[in-house]
């Protein structure tokens, strides 16, 4: 997969690169409000790369799902755009493992990190995942006239609009016209278990590289469930030098839910420590 490219999006003219690796059934785009905001108004403070994972948005699809390979193919992406050059690396959720990865097998790609409510740790539980890939599969592609009704077929069994909004970004027709899916739903969802799947963390692979010694900045929504307490431990062993902001009235979409904060420490995050 790593010769493969991944599809991606560009914002900014100069400054330092940061990179962008959104979360399951998302895509780079999500990113984009945030990373004009971090590159500036005259788009010189900083030079963005909002990355589609593989198996999401306009990227490849691949036949099982790994997170190594996924930031394998990440990290070839960016030594292709930027040879030679180190990186800030953002990732929320199933895309901050996915940074986390890339941060400890290639750290001298990596300069900084910052990772978005999730933590370096298995999720025992991802049944909503396929809860909700059984939901988008159960559509009728080939009849349904518009959008609009994939929404309102999708309304019973996921009655929150804002996360129907989220996974029908990944309905898109094609130049035939027809409906299809970007996100690689069967690959994605797997079995639901977590095990060998998004929820998973492979920690033995995990902990056989050397702790990552840059900065790194850890994102926490107040009132999600994703990190806790007993994480802490787990990824200071990890990334020593991480420091832990929990961000009031957030969730999971911590961004999403308080995108100023989210700037303002990403900008923090990206400017040169001073030596005194």
Known sequence: ????????????????????????????????????????????????????????????????????????????????????????LVGHSLGGKVAMILALSQPDLVERLAVVDIAPRRYPSHGWVLDYADSLRALPLATLPDRASADALLAESIPEPAVRAFLLQNLRRGRD??????????????????????????????TAYR????????????????????????????????????????????HSDQPEVVVEVLRRLLRPRRHH
């Not at 690689?184 to 995990?206: F, Q, T, Y």
């Not at 702790?211 to 790194?216: A, E, S, T």
């Open 1 to 88: 997969m790593t010769s493969v490219r991944l599809h991606t999006m560009s914002v900014g003219t100069a400054g330092p690169r940061i990179a962008f690796c959104h979360g399951l059934f998302g895509q780079g785009r999500n990113w984009l409000q945030i990373a004009r905001a971090v590159a500036g108004p005259d788009e010189d403070q900083a030079r963005a790369l909002l990355v589609d994972l593989p198996d999401h948005g306009r990227s490849p699809w691949t036949d099982h799902f790994s997170l190594q390979a996924y930031a394998a193919a990440v990290g070839a992406q960016l030594r292709a755009v930027a040879p030679g050059e180190r990186w800030t």
């Open 211 to 254: 702790p990552f010694r840059g900065r790194v900045v850890w994102l926490a929504g107040a009132d999600s469930p994703y990190v806790t307490e007993a994480d802490v431990e787990p990824m200071r062993r990890l990334f020593p030098f991480v420091r832990l902001v929990v961000v009031k009235d957030a969730g999971h979409w911590v």
């Open 177 to 206: 016209h027809a409906w299809r899916w970007q996100a690689n739903l069967d690959v994605l969802a797997g079995d639901g278990s977590g095990s060998g799947g998004v929820g998973d963390w492979p920690e033995g692979d995990a």
